[in-house]
């Protein structure tokens, strides 16, 4: 069954929740006192036929927030030098209240009731945007408090591994490991591998229109 009004189908496939794919990278592991560095969301849409598919990405370099921890071992592993100039870095809470807004126009326009955090081990990422949210005083929240959609779990069932770049291979997406940990990259090649898992779903009939 195709319907053509891409509002009501968004909203009838998620029980009103709004899927937003989100990607940290971080000063850390904690995120009470580890620097957010990068933030991406990568937005979805649904095709006439209830296809879902990675539309625009909005991607930020972060100012570590004042008495940030900065875990060196952290830094190596992302390459992110925090304090080169060249990174444009913008304050947290700049970042996170333009963010926060964009979030929320999604969320109306596409007749949702709240966004909820997709993300490769989600609630690694909800846990700093949490934490970002709150250093930054944003009262009108967007995301469900704790419900998120995990691709590590999904892909584990859809393909019988978990990390992101070897599940985005069985899934033949194209994913290029020099790009990786970059927040961009890894929040668009996560939202193609979730689109690609809820769209196989669809297509074996797991999921049927009313």
């Known amino acids: 069954m195709e319907f053509n009004d891409e509002k009501s189908m968004m909203a009838q496939r998620f029980r009103g929740f709004l899927p937003v794919v989100i990607d940290v990278e971080t000063g850390g592991f904690n995120s ?26 909005l991607s930020y370099n972060v100012e570590p927030f004042e008495g940030a921890n900065l875990e060196p071992a952290a830094l190596e592993f992302t390459g992110i ?3 080169n100039p060249l990174r444009q870095a913008q304050k947290e809470v700049t970042v996170m209240g333009e963010l926060m807004k964009r979030i929320r126009q999604q969320v109306k326009a ?3 009731t709240r966004a909820v955090l997709v993300g490769h081990n989600a609630h690694f990422d909800l846990g ?9 005083n944003i009262k009108r929240n967007p995301f469900h408090p704790f419900s998120v959609m995990d691709t590590a779990s999904l892909s ?7 990390v992101l770049a ?14 990786a940990h970059s927040a961009a990259y890894d929040a668009f090649k996560t939202a193609e591998l979730f689109c690609q898992i809820v ?7 797991g999921w049927r229109w009313s």
């Open 110 to 112: 596409s007749g949702c």
């Open 156 to 162: 584990g069932l859809a393909y019988g591994h978990t």
């Open 32 to 57: 009470q006192t580890d620097a957010v560095l990068e933030i991406a969301a990568t937005f979805l849409r649904m095709d006439d036929s209830g296809q879902l598919e990675p539309d625009e990405t």
């Open 166 to 179: 070897r599940a985005c291979q069985l899934a033949e997406i194209d994913f290029d490991n020099d790009e």
């Open 128 to 136: 700093f945007v949490l934490a970002a949210v709150e250093r930054s």
């Open 199 to 205: 769209n196989r779903w669809q297509q074996l009939g």
């Open 81 to 83: 030098d925090p304090h």
